[in-house]
């Protein structure tokens, strides 16, 4: 479904020396796993035997009754489905055996790889016998994801999935250890690390293997089991291969290209997303510790940026314009974190609010009430006057309220701080979030230009979150910023009505999160129409109809190839996400066509 994949990785509850018990077990496991959609079966080091059995590996009976083991579950294996089985493998002739795995595929196909992991007083894999299994990079399919058995992260050339199996000894921090090298493997190479350990239930002759599964996607655990178990288990995880190969294009990682070998039929798709994180805000960490480390280091990566640039462009002023909306508030609280970092003080924040005629007190209020906590130098212009001369001038008829009304007021605030920070020495910090910026929510030459874009990769729901750590930082700050983040959102241009906004920007182009989800998976990974569309669906089950979600979809599509004059001019800002439409990072010629994406 939608190209989605869906991987199991078995554990089962082993009992090293009893093959026909492990042989049985094995097969009812990878049924059950089948029959629930799963595709590609990872099965553990030595699954077949147990990894424990010592001496044992060496006695022909043992030998024997493996392969006779993995013949038998590769005849019982479903079809259209492919397993990875850990055994024992003494080739005809040799002495030496081997900690090899059968890739079981197509009712009796069976490959032997050769595992780059083993205990060397038992196993011996330094050997290249023609016409015997031998050591490869990687298994690919013939629909073309491929995967290999490498022994570290660190080895070239990595497969679509990279499956790591080999005993180890459970102590204490050894879950956390493993879940970061699966993370730090997938994220180094862009692509799925599955990690099963075998069964702690095994043997407790001294060091116990951990029972663990660790599923990480391109940086992220996908799934994830307790350190010990002695009970069979299955874990699962719907993969996207196709959003993770558009990754990779993108940021020109290499995946393995020879010493391959070809395998099995076309592996059918997930039946469901059931075992598939599809979130509602996939680029914000679910876990409160970590969110409270990303918008820590996201706070302190826009505050260096910005002292980075203050020292390199010998300016002595930040210059902001204050409208008590969410994203200027971010900005102010930025710029006095950059004051901290440059040993400034708060008064070289020179923090303007500009009333116009659709300015709320309430919002101007929590603008000055909070530059003045920070201790910013304020000032107060109103544009009114300016503005009504304006339409004098060209002839506009102040009545008819269009993109000229609109659009004069955001020019006429530009110029004021940019003629400001001349006076001053300083530099315009604009405001402009990743979310308009998207969608050229903006006015060309008004509000779309500054002179650093502070906040041109942080996404408008990512926002009230940045905050809210803010406020538990700055308890003085708390009341307002929690009000900001209640006030709704509005570029307040048009006449306010009863201290109310004359619009609300979420009214007009619907909600920022479904905006923010087309965002992430149309350029983060990929995805095309009818897959955004379906997967919002999903994720936003309950909350948003598909009608409101395709509505959505043609306003975001139709404004975001429209709108690239508007990013193709902007000024440079700093990263601070993964997803980045900044010139230099998104490259896409303003007269493109959009009619494939529609």
Same mark, same amino acid.
């Given at each position: 479904m939608y190209g989605y994949y869906r991987i199991a990785a078995i554990t089962p509850a082993v009992v090293p020396g009893d093959v026909e018990y492990n042989c049985a077990?094995?097969?009812?496991?990878?049924?059950?796993?089948?029959?629930?959609?799963?595709?590609?079966?990872?099965?553990?080091?030595?699954?077949?035997?147990? *990894?424990?059995?010592?001496?044992?590996f060496f006695h022909p009976e043992l030998q024997k009754s493996a392969l006779e083991a993995v013949d038998k579950i590769a005849n019982e294996l479903p079809e259209k489905c492919v397993?990875?089985?850990?055994?024992? /493998?003494?080739?005809?002739?040799?002495?030496?055996?081997?900690?090899?795995?059968?890739?079981?595929?197509?009712?009796?196909?069976? +490959?032997?790889?050769?595992?780059?992991?083993?205990?060397?007083?038992?196993?011996?894999?330094?050997?290249?016998s023609e016409g015997e299994p031998g050591g490869v990079k990687a298994v690919k399919?013939? /629909?073309?994801? *491929?995967? *290999?058995?490498? /022994?570290?992260?660190?080895?070239?050339?990595?497969?679509?999935?990279?499956?790591? *199996?080999?005993?180890?000894?459970?102590?204490?921090? +050894?879950?956390?250890?493993?879940?970061?090298?699966?993370?730090?493997?997938?994220?180094?190479?862009?692509?799925?690390?599955?990690?099963? +350990?075998?069964?702690?239930?095994?043997?407790?002759?001294?060091?116990?293997?951990?029972?663990?599964?660790v599923i990480a996607v391109d940086g992220e655990i996908a799934a994830s089991t307790p350190l010990l178990s002695d009970e069979s288990m299955i874990t699962y995880a719907d993969i996207d291969p196709a959003s993770l190969k558009y990754r990779r294009q993108r940021n020109g990682k290499v995946l393995a290209d020879d010493d391959v070998i070809l395998l099995g039929s076309s592996l059918p798709e997930s039946p469901d997303l059931k075992y598939a994180k599809i979130l509602q805000h996939p680029y914000l960490p679910e876990d409160e510790k970590q969110l409270a480390n990303f918008c820590r280091e996201t706070l302190e990566i826009q505050s260096f940026a910005l002292a980075h640039r203050m020292k390199k462009a010998y300016a002595k002023k930040m210059v902001l314009g204050i409208s008590g909306g969410l994203d200027s508030t971010l900005a102010l609280v930025v710029l006095a974190r950059c004051c901290e970092v440059l040993g400034w003080e708060k008064s070289n924040i020179v923090a303007v609010t500009m009333p116009g005629f659709g300015?709320?007190?309430?919002?101007?209020?929590?603008?000055?009430?909070?530059?003045?906590?920070?201790?910013?130098?304020?000032?107060?212009?109103?544009?009114?006057?300016?503005?009504?001369?304006?339409?004098?001038?060209?002839?506009?008829?102040?009545?008819?309220?269009?993109?000229?009304?609109?659009?004069t007021q955001a020019r006429e605030r530009t110029q004021i701080l940019?003629?400001?920070?001349?006076?001053?020495?300083?530099?315009?910090?604009?405001?402009?979030?990743l979310s308009e910026i998207s969608m050229g929510w903006c006015t060309y030459n008004g509000?779309?230009?500054?002179?650093?874009?502070?906040?041109?990769?942080?996404?408008?729901?990512?926002?009230?979150?940045?905050?809210?750590?803010?406020?538990?930082?700055?308890?003085?700050?708390?009341?307002?910023?929690?009000?900001?983040?209640?006030?709704?959102?509005?570029?307040?241009?048009?006449?306010?009505?009863?201290?109310?906004?004359?619009?609300?920007?979420?009214?007009?182009?619907?909600? /920022?999160?479904?905006h923010d989800f087309f965002i992430w998976h149309f350029c983060y990974n990929g995805a095309g129409k009818e897959k955004v569309i379906s997967l919002a669906e999903i994720a936003f089950k309950g909350k948003y109809d598909r009608a409101e979600i395709e509505r959505c979809y043609?306003?975001?599509?139709?404004?975001?190839?429209?709108?690239?004059?508007?990013?193709?001019?902007?000024?440079?800002?700093?990263?601070?996400?993964?997803?980045?439409?900044?010139?230099?990072?998104?490259?896409?010629?303003?007269?493109v066509s959009g009619v494939l994406f529609k």
């Open positions: 077990e094995i097969i009812r496991l990878c049924k059950e796993a089948a029959a629930n959609g799963a595709v590609m079966l990872f099965l553990p080091h030595l699954a077949v035997t147990g *990894s424990s059995c010592g001496e044992l397993a990875v089985i850990g055994s024992p /493998y003494s080739p005809q002739g040799l002495d030496q055996v081997r900690d090899m795995f059968a890739v079981a595929a197509n009712r009796g196909e069976v +490959t032997w790889v050769s595992h780059r992991d083993f205990d060397k007083r038992f196993f011996s894999n330094d050997w290249s399919f013939s /629909y073309g994801m *491929s995967f *290999s058995l490498p /022994y570290t992260p660190s080895l070239p050339d990595p497969a679509e999935i990279d499956f790591y *199996s080999c005993r180890a000894n459970a102590l204490p921090g +050894t879950l956390e250890e493993l879940k970061q090298m699966a993370v730090c493997a997938s994220r180094n190479a862009g692509n799925v690390v599955v990690l099963n +350990t075998g069964n702690a239930g095994e043997s407790t002759a001294g060091n116990i293997t951990p029972s663990c599964v300015t709320t007190g309430r919002t101007k209020n929590n603008a000055l009430e909070l530059a003045k906590i920070i201790g910013a130098e304020i000032r107060e212009i109103s544009i009114s006057d300016a503005c009504i001369q304006h339409f004098k001038d060209i002839g506009h008829d102040p009545q008819l309220r269009n993109a000229v009304y609109e659009n940019m003629d400001i920070a001349n006076a001053e020495n300083g530099l315009v910090i604009g405001t402009g979030d509000d779309q230009m500054s002179m650093y874009s502070l906040n041109s990769t942080i996404m408008k729901t990512v926002i009230p979150e940045l905050l809210k750590y803010e406020a538990q930082c700055h308890p003085e700050m708390a009341e307002i910023l929690l009000d900001v983040i209640a006030t709704p959102v509005s570029p307040e241009l048009l006449p306010a009505e009863d201290n109310a906004p004359g619009h609300k920007t979420e009214e007009i182009l619907g909600a /920022y999160e479904i043609g306003i975001f599509s139709r404004r975001f190839f429209s709108q690239q004059f508007k990013r193709s001019a902007s000024p440079e800002g700093v990263n601070a996400n993964a997803v980045s439409l900044n010139p230099g990072e998104w490259r896409m010629p303003s007269d």
